[in-house]
């Protein structure tokens, strides 16, 4: 029995290594941005019901905006659109805009289009669909949808009706990102944070704690001031601009600046 | 009259049959190593194994008299080259680019979170083993007698391994990484500049500048990941070569020499010189002793096919659990390193806090003077211990000034560490370590 010690050692420090190894392929195998798209994928096939309209193509996967330098130096890379999958989408959105009987958008007086409630919102058609399914009892198809709107993440509970979201209109904007196109600013130009990380805890905290909404007031203040005069004089952006927006600067917002 | 004319060649049946007992021959020098014949043979001709005897002592394999820490420590230089490799696959030693890359890779990546949390805290491990391994060698004093220059090598690898964990803290280049080789090479300009130079000679050597930037990136780079793990290696296997040539680890001598036992050919694994040798022996000389020993192994020697490697093989096991746990604490990776804005306070990395915290009351005394002494002091001790016994012995009654000495001294050094960690905030001033402001390594 003496001798058997190592061997029982040995067998009992393999299976603990291999378990712990299987922690790590498990966490690999089921990324955070995984569990969004996944989300994304079930509300387009439950839009399809209502619709009639096949699912938009989607790949599960990595998504990024690669916007090259000027001139020379490492492209900038967000990733943000892995998580933030239906920025572009407008049945994403709560509101949209007013149109009057011919079809012309009605603008308020700043010459901002007005925005009146979406009723191809998914988030209010699969609140509705939970109501009637709980209503004639179907309750585990319910649940099914209801699970849906909230995301498990390494013992948080995250909000998917935030992640899934079309960006908000800017200024003039009819469509999201008509008068700034993501693929030409893309995401950290703007809202700042750490574009390459995938993950809430890596990118995101910043937003959490609350800190990077008011960092950002002014930053959206001044966009907006840019935006809708841009569409009264003219659609170009200086290259300057350009320069000035990709700068990337997480550090002063951890300092508290 | 039939002459000898060499090996008589195969017809093809016999080609045929033979080939695959010929290619795993052709490979494997040894046949299965389940008798003692082959026991031997395996750690004798294979290339990976033979730096191991044949046979090590039993009390070699009591893991409370090592406690595997020597093992452990080279477990961990194996995990922090095999890491450390994957991890060169990917990074940009340039300013611009090591940070973003270390972003970019650990999270998109498969795995690259884990390897880079292995590599961190391998390295942290790796620094804490080597002083375990050197306070078990003190202790059990086993630096006596033929083993005096084994431990200088040794204490020439424990240099080197605080050298590749701090060459390696500077890459990653974020500001927790930029300040503490900042104020480590601070740390290195305290030695008396040479008459005639504007910067001080010692830690423009150290920086290939006069500040942390580009120059020192590539410097370090290279320090990191070729020049010190290649001395460090070689150093290594002149350690283990030494225990050898010593003859195994020390260990005490063998009180009793029983009367040497007859031992028998089992079928299990019972070692025993098997009666079916495959050799046959001359007479090599007659000896005078009490009892002749034929048919018998030196005793208390057990064979290290399988007793030592399974040992060995335990250690590593263990120390992989240990780094995988370890593993789920993610290395930290900060704000881009930024030169105008130091950190308040800045700390070296927690092995040099000592340093640091004794530079804080002598720049000169505490970051070169007393460091230097240190080392070489712990380089004399074989020379010094005029004391010829406790040799294998843990905390043997006649060390107790030796042991009283070296314990004195290593707590009053972690102390020091200890208060650099946790005691120290802004401006190297007191604080609480539960007030928010205490180093974050």
């Excluded at chain 1, 949808?145 to 909230?150: D, G, I, N, V």
């Excluded at chain 1, 609350?210 to 200086?238: A, D, E, F, Q």
């Excluded at chain 2, 060698?137 to 605080?162: A, H």
């Amino acid at each position: 029995m003496g001798r058997d010690y190592f061997q029982i050692t040995l067998i009992v420090l393999g299976f603990i290594a291999t378990s712990l190894f299987a922690v790590f392929v498990w966490r690999e195998a089921f990324p955070e941005y995984k569990i969004y798209q996944k989300n994304y994928v079930a509300l387009e096939k439950f839009r399809s019901t209502y619709t009639g309209e096949a699912p938009p193509d989607f790949s599960i996967g990595i998504k990024q905006i690669v916007i090259l330098k000027e001139d020379k130096g490492p492209a900038k890379i967000d990733r943000c659109i892995s998580c933030h999958v239906a920025l572009e989408y407008s049945h994403f959105s709560a509101t949209k805009i007013a149109r009057d009987l011919n079809g012309n958008i009605i603008y308020n007086e700043d010459g901002i289009p007005k925005q009146i409630t979406n009723e191809d919102d998914v988030w209010a058609r699969l609140d509705l669909e939970i109501l009637k399914l709980e209503k004639s009892n179907q309750n585990s198809e319910a649940e099914k949808l209801r699970s849906l709107k909230t995301a498990h993440v390494n013992g948080n509970i995250f909000d998917v009706k935030k992640v899934l979201k079309m960006h908000p209109l800017m200024g003039a904007e009819t469509r999201p990102f008509e008068f700034h196109p993501i693929e030409e600013y893309g995401c950290t130009s703007c809202h700042n944070g750490n574009g390459l990380g995938l993950t809430t805890i890596k990118r995101m905290d910043l937003f959490l704690m609350g800190s990077m909404k008011l960092n950002l007031r002014g930053l959206y203040l001044n966009l907006m001031k840019r935006m809708s005069s841009m569409t009264r004089n003219s659609l170009k952006i200086t290259t300057e601009n350009r320069v000035m927006m990709y700068y990337f600067k997480p550090h002063l917002f951890l300092l508290g600046l | 009259m039939a002459e000898f004319q060499g090996k008589r060649r195969e017809s093809w049946g016999e080609y045929l049959i033979n080939l695959p007992s010929m290619f795993v021959r052709s490979i494997f020098r040894h046949n299965y190593p389940n008798n003692d014949v082959d026991r031997s043979e395996i750690v004798f001709k294979n290339f990976f194994l033979h730096f191991h005897p044949v046979k090590c002592h039993k009390h070699s394999l009591d893991p409370f008299y090592t406690l595997g820490l020597g093992t452990i420590t080279t477990s961990l230089f194996l995990i922090l080259t095999i890491t450390g490799i994957i991890l060169m696959f990917y990074y940009i030693p340039t300013e611009d680019r090591a940070y973003e890359i270390m972003k970019d890779w650990q999270d998109t990546t498969p795995f690259a979170m884990m390897y880079r949390n292995m590599h961190r805290w391998s390295a942290h491990m790796m620094v804490l083993f080597v002083f375990l391994h050197m306070s078990r060698v003190f202790y059990t004093g086993s630096y006596k007698g033929m083993r005096k220059f084994n431990w200088v090598i040794g204490v020439i690898l424990m240099v080197l391994t605080l050298l590749l964990s701090f060459t390696g803290y500077l890459l990653p280049w974020d500001q927790l990484a930029f300040w503490a080789i900042t104020v480590g090479s601070n740390i290195a300009g305290y030695v008396p500049n040479l008459p005639g130079f504007e910067n001080n000679v010692n830690r423009v050597m150290l920086l290939a500048s006069t500040s942390v930037g580009q120059d020192a990136l590539i410097r370090f780079y290279v320090l990191h990941v070729a020049f010190l793990p290649l001395i460090t290696g070689t150093l290594i296997g002149v350690h283990f070569w030494r225990i050898r040539k010593d003859g195994g680890l020390s260990r005490p001598p063998d009180r009793i020499r029983p009367d040497p036992y007859r031992v028998v050919q089992r079928s299990d694994t019972k070692e025993s010189f098997a009666p079916g040798v495959k050799r046959t022996y001359g007479l090599m000389e007659l000896v005078k002793g009490t009892c002749p020993t034929v048919d018998k192994g030196p005793y208390n020697f057990v064979f290290t096919w399988p007793h030592l490697l399974r040992a060995e093989l335990v250690a590593f096991m263990l120390t992989l659990v240990l780094v995988l746990g370890l593993s789920f604490i993610d290395a930290p990776l900060e704000e881009p390193a930024d030169p105008s804005k130091p950190t308040n306070p800045s700390k070296a990395p927690w092995y040099f806090l000592g340093l640091q915290e004794m530079v804080a009351y002598d720049a000169f005394w505490g970051g070169v003077g007393f460091p230097t002494l240190i080392v070489i002091g712990l380089m004399l001790i074989p020379y010094l211990d005029r004391n010829p016994h406790g040799s294998g012995y843990w905390f043997h009654r006649s060390r107790y000034l030796a042991i009283f000495l070296y314990t004195a001294f290593m707590t009053w050094q972690g102390i020091l560490i200890v208060i650099g960690t946790y005691f120290r905030g802004a401006n190297w001033g007191f604080v609480w370590p539960w007030v928010e402001n205490y180093a974050r390594h």
